[in-house]
């Protein structure tokens, strides 16, 4: 096997990256696949073609918009045609069957094919239950995920990617870099029929669980992917039993790039002028030793245990604590450069609304996006007729259609009715309009203002690209004021800003009221709303305009409470001199981020607001 040097560098990950071909070959449906993160390019495609020589002839390409009935099976379009009578076709998984399916751009794939794949991969059966057929094949096969996302915006989906035992990374690694190649088929082919009767041992099993558990791997199959990599290992080797060596290069393929956290330094002895649990301390006198036990002389002398047996234990603890260092340290080396710093970063932008991506929500579209399917429609309402599944449709039916009056001397050769038209489903993201909610009350609120408008002003210049728009609503006195609609204008912004006075009392809960209502308005005409309110949450006008500041606040907090139901993506920035609890406990109540920025500028409000909120532009 191909060793891997102990530190992350280009050339030891595509040795690794090497090794993990050669083991997906040997049990394809045992290790269910490979997640490769890798832009199209000559390193790609060097791997693609060292994975087809181990593979030949046992490979399906799965398109990147396949359907339902293109993976499972269903209607032979064409053999249906042709003999008038419906013809059942295998789908992709079954005619895969021993073999990898190579799944391009899996960060689109849809939630549907990523739950056939997982059940696929689960049974080795895929059932076909559609178009009048119902049938049970085989379906044993290895998935080889590409991902060419570019951010963290699309992932593969996670109910595949846990399923796959390998998870690997090429970029950053250059052409010089790809000298190392995987075994021959041949040599595979060995290892296939050898892998049976290959063992691994309790204490390389052990090993692998403690090197999960230290680099924070939460699943099971990775662990028992693991396992079964090591065997793989060992097979590739011609021989029957793993060892250190087969459970290192299991630990570095399949649990280090799952890793979640650094594995714990090894603990220090403690410093010898400290006392101990195990020494007196000199304020505590040292116990007199315990009288020897009496033994009756009728009793015979017990014996003691064989040395040999007492030095065999402890010979095996140590070789067992060696064994697991040496595995975990393997893994803690292969940790893919960047990991854990992309697994912060997509945890917290998991955290930051309902909605996904920088460019707004998915929604259905007419006749732009991507295509996402189909559905019976009429060609006249500008939806792009899809002819393969109209005939797909129309199929089944040729036979009693052809025994109607009038249809036996017709000279179509499919008869199609309207009923029969399936037209073409897409999606596409939504804008992004940003909303400002700014406190314009108190003595330092021309301060404020100015940043917004510095703010407003830097994001509008991303939005001409982006094609996303900028609001700004600001309260004081004794209401909430939309000082500019949703707009992509910079120099309507500049006007409507301009000249705005500061100062009065804070009717915070008016300024959430109209920020609620400007959102929902947004949301309608078919827009992701997202907002962020500048303010120190502290309110003193209630909702009917009256003074007080405890109604103020409960009135406040009920409004704030209304806007999360509706689960707009928010962002509160505590603008205070210091850090107030009660801005802490709106953002709680309005469902939103919280950041304090007390001497925050136009430029950290704009490089905040791309931060923390998916929907602002970028």
């Known amino acids: 096997m191909n060793q891997a040097a102990d530190g992350p560098a280009p050339a030891a990950r595509w040795a690794l990256a090497q090794d993990a071909i050669a083991l997906i070959a040997i049990d394809p449906h045992g290790l269910g696949g490979i997640v490769l993160r890798a832009r199209a390019g000559p390193v790609r495609e060097?791997?693609?073609?060292?994975?087809?020589?181990t593979?030949?002839?046992?490979?399906?390409?799965?398109?990147?918009?396949?359907?339902?009935?293109?993976?499972?099976?269903?209607?032979?379009l064409g053999a249906t045609l042709a003999s008038g009578r419906p013809v059942a076709e295998r789908g992709l998984l079954a005619q895969a069957h021993g073999g990898l399916i190579t799944a391009a751009m899996a960060e689109r794939m849809s939630a549907t094919v990523a739950a056939l794949l997982g059940q696929a991969l689960d049974t080795g059966y895929v059932t076909l239950a559609r178009d009048g057929f119902s049938d049970r094949h085989a379906a044993r096969f290895g998935v080889v995920a590409l991902d060419e996302s570019a951010g963290d915006e699309e992932h593969v989906p996670a109910a595949l990617t846990d399923r796959l035992a390998f998870h690997l990374e090429l970029e950053g690694i250059a052409s010089t870099d790809t000298g190392v190649t995987a075994p021959g088929a041949e040599?595979?082919?060995?290892?296939?029929?050898?892998?049976?009767?290959?063992?691994?041992?309790d204490a390389l099993i052990d090993a692998l669980c403690a090197a999960a558990d230290a680099l924070g791997v939460a699943s099971l199959r990775a662990w028992t992917q693991a396992v079964h990599a090591a065997r793989c290992c060992a097979a590739l080797d011609g021989r029957t039993l793993a060892d250190e060596s087969d459970a290192a290069l299991a630990a570095r393929l399949v649990l280090a790039p799952r890793a979640t956290r650094l594995p714990a330094p090894p603990a220090t002895p403690q410093d010898a002028s400290e006392p101990s649990e195990a020494e007196p301390s000199e304020a505590e006198p040292p116990q007199p030793p315990a009288p020897p036990p009496q033994h009756d002389p009728a009793d015979p002398p017990a014996a003691d245990p064989p040395p040999d047996t007492r030095d065999a234990e402890q010979s095996a603890c140590v070789d067992q604590a060696s064994l697991q260092d040496i595995v975990l340290a393997a893994a803690a080396a292969a940790i893919p450069p960047g990991l854990l710093a992309r697994i912060k970063n997509a945890g917290r932008t998991?955290?930051?609304?309902?909605?996904?991506?920088?460019?707004?929500?998915?929604?259905?579209?007419?006749?732009?996006?991507?295509?996402?399917?189909?559905?019976?429609?009429?060609?006249?309402?500008?939806?792009?007729?899809?002819?393969?599944?109209?005939?797909?449709?129309?199929?089944?039916?040729?036979?009693?259609r052809r025994c109607q009056p009038g249809m036996a001397l017709s000279p179509l050769r499919v008869v199609v009715r309207a009923q029969d038209f399936r037209v073409l489903r897409h999606r596409e993201r939504s804008e992004t309009?940003?909303?400002?909610?700014?406190?314009?009350?108190?003595?330092a609120a021309i301060h404020r203002l100015a940043e917004a408008k510095g703010a407003v002003e830097l994001l509008l210049a991303d939005c001409y690209v982006r094609r996303d728009q900028v609001a700004l609503i600001a309260f004081r006195g004794s209401t909430a004021e939309t000082l500019l609609p949703p707009t992509r204008s910079l120099v309507r912004a500049k006007r409507s800003l301009g000249g705005l006075p500061g100062g009065g009392a804070t009717p915070l809960a008016a300024g959430i009221d109209a920020a609620g209502v400007l959102a929902l308005n947004v949301r309608r005409h078919g827009a992701t709303p997202t907002i962020v309110f500048l303010t120190d949450g502290r309110a003193n006008i209630a909702r009917d305009g009256s003074p007080g500041r405890a109604r103020a606040e409960a009135d406040a907090d009920a409004a704030a409470r209304t806007f999360a139901a509706s689960g707009f993506?928010?962002?509160?920035?505590?603008?205070?001199?210091?850090a107030q609890p009660q801005a802490q406990a709106l953002a709680n109540h309005l469902g939103a981020a919280y950041l304090a920025l007390p001497y925050a500028d136009a430029r950290g409000m704009s490089s905040v607001v791309r931060a923390f909120l998916p929907g602002a532009v970028a």
């Open 46 to 53: 060097r791997w693609l073609a060292a994975l087809a020589a």
């Open 569 to 578: 993506a928010t962002l509160l920035l505590d603008i205070s001199p210091r």
């Open 433 to 443: 309009t940003t909303i400002f909610v700014v406190d314009a009350s108190g003595s």
């Open 55 to 76: 593979l030949p002839d046992r490979q399906r390409k799965l398109p990147a918009h396949a359907t339902e009935g293109r993976l499972i099976g269903g209607l032979d």
């Open 350 to 400: 998991a955290n930051r609304g309902s909605v996904s991506g920088r460019t707004g929500a998915y929604r259905k579209a007419g006749v732009r996006g991507r295509p996402i399917g189909v559905k019976p429609g009429d060609r006249r309402s500008g939806a792009r007729l899809s002819v393969i599944e109209t005939l797909r449709a129309a199929a089944p039916w040729q036979r009693l």
């Open 187 to 201: 040599r595979i082919a060995l290892a296939r029929r050898q892998l049976r009767q290959v063992e691994v041992p």
